[in-house]
């Protein structure tokens, strides 16, 4: 009889149908006896939680719903975080704040990830707290973005159970096995890097031959994967798989450009859709009709999905399907893994967020890294590295940089340390604009950057 009790706090946002049928899936496996949904919005939990409960139901998994923090994480074993404090209206406010000034508007990347890191990390250590006092053998799971930041100051906070864990870090290898027909879990990812600034540099099948290198070239494979955003003289530069949200980077520029020049930004679009979403959804719910409502959800999802990076696509690109191995799994997927390998299952190397313990030369020990790991009932291992080139280590540590200050900006509700850390970020740099920034946050935000000085 299964025994574990798994917790999604978020549950009630739109990924918690995705994660909960992909439990289903593997529940026996993993020992899952039962899944808490926690959230505080009531009609999100009503309505989607709703839903992850339909699915649930055919399968004997119990589901259950709820906005009290202690009972959803008391006796929990696994906690998975993916929470959004404000709602999808702070991001929309994020983006536009950014783009006024210039620079980047997105949730996760410079000060649109700054900004949410702000909202986010006083809560989710909350929650670490509370998880730590009702369940202190629990793993915590975070997915909230900034995803490494987050976990950054919960390491700092002495959460060691904590792990950050993001499905961009291991598309190359997915995409890699998928290319030559066998399980991700058959080849050895080398990542590392930063959470959305990280870089694979080679995926490894059981010989130790390098399958990923051929690929990088290989105008099927770009076609086919994320890679198709990055031109062929940046593969030759970098000699490596880059993640996706390098292209706000190595292409800064044109992404303020794209994104300025667009009617909406991509997080008014999705809240739009979301809205619209939980209207289509509470309205099918009056008629009984549970297979309307899973159609309205399914339609949501695709549409979604679609619209991802668009600004990226080279001319013949992607028409929106999915990439080469890229499954229906995501993040939950992710988790899943590693949940399966701490409780007995084989060990899995796959890409997560952890201190690096050495293993990259070019962080300082503490630091939380996207780093190659190994994960089996005895924890979570991050593998060597060594020294990365100068060109991939020169951007990664100012990164860096940015991340411990914000840290250290949240956690002590100092001003001034926020100036420096966006200084400190390659896509800001100038005090002058970091400052300006700052004010805007923080008259954005009365309610959870309140207190500052």
């Known amino acids: 009889m299964a025994t574990r009790k798994l917790t999604l706090v978020g549950g009630g946002g739109v990924r918690g149908p995705l994660f909960v049928e992909s439990v289903i899936a593997r529940a026996s496996e993993l020992d899952i006896a039962e899944i808490v949904l926690l959230d505080v919005d ?37 906690v998975v975080m993916t929470i959004r404090p404000g709602g999808d209206a702070t991001r929309a406010s994020d983006e536009r704040i950014a783009l006024a000034h210039g620079v980047l508007g997105q949730e996760t990347t410079g000060p649109g990830g700054f900004a949410m890191a702000c909202r986010t990390i006083p809560i989710i ?44 870090a291991n598309l190359a290898q997915h995409a890699v096995a998928a290319y030559h027909g066998v399980a991700p879990s058959d080849v050895r990812p080398e990542v590392y890097g930063l959470n959305h600034l990280s870089w694979v540099r080679a995926v490894r099948d059981a010989s130790g031959a390098d399958l990923l290198q051929p690929l990088l070239r290989n105008p099927e494979f770009r ?51 979301n809205q619209q979403l939980l209207d289509d959804l509470e309205a099918a719910s009056t008629t009984g009709d549970a297979s309307a409502v899973l ?56 890409a997560a967020n ?35 080139p100068t060109l991939q280590s020169g951007l990664m540590r100012q990164v860096k940089q940015y991340e411990r200050l914000t840290v250290e900006a949240i956690l002590t509700r100092s001003k001034a340390t926020a100036v420096a850390a966006l200084m400190s970020h390659p896509l800001v740099l100038s005090y002058s604009r970091a400052s300006a920034l700052v004010d805007d946050y923080l008259a954005a935000n009365p309610e959870t950057m309140s207190g500052w000085s």
């Open 354 to 388: 952890i201190p690096h313990e050495g293993n990259i030369a070019d962080l300082e020990p503490g630091d939380v890294a996207e780093i190659s790991v190994v994960v089996d009932a005895n924890g979570i291992h991050p593998l060597p590295i060594g020294a990365i």
């Open 223 to 273: 076609a086919a994967t994320t890679q198709r955003f990055f031109p062929l003289e940046l593969v030759d530069l970098t000699g490596t798989w880059m993640n996706e949200y390098l292209f706000y980077y190595y292409f800064a520029e044109q992404a303020v450009e794209a994104i300025s020049g667009e009617e909406s930004t991509r997080g008014e679009e999705i809240q739009v859709r």
């Open 42 to 78: 009531q009609r999100r939990l009503r309505l989607l939680g709703g839903l992850s409960q339909q699915l649930a139901s055919a399968h004997g998994l119990r589901v259950t719903a709820t906005t009290d923090a202690r009972s959803a994480l008391s006796g929990a074993d696994f």
């Open 125 to 168: 250590l909350e929650y670490a707290e509370l998880l730590g006092e009702v369940s202190p053998d629990a793993w915590l799971f975070n997915f909230t973005n900034p995803a490494g930041l987050v976990t950054q100051a919960l390491r700092d906070s002495g959460f060691a159970r904590s792990i950050g864990i993001c499905d961009s």
């Open 295 to 350: 159609d309205i959800y399914r339609r949501y999802e695709s549409d979604r999905r679609g619209g991802y990076m668009h600004y990226a696509e080279p001319e013949n690109g992607s028409t929106g399907e999915r990439n080469l191995g890229e499954g229906s799994d995501g993040y939950a997927g992710v988790a899943l893994d590693i949940i399966e390998a701490l409780v007995g299952g084989p060990p899995r190397y796959t």
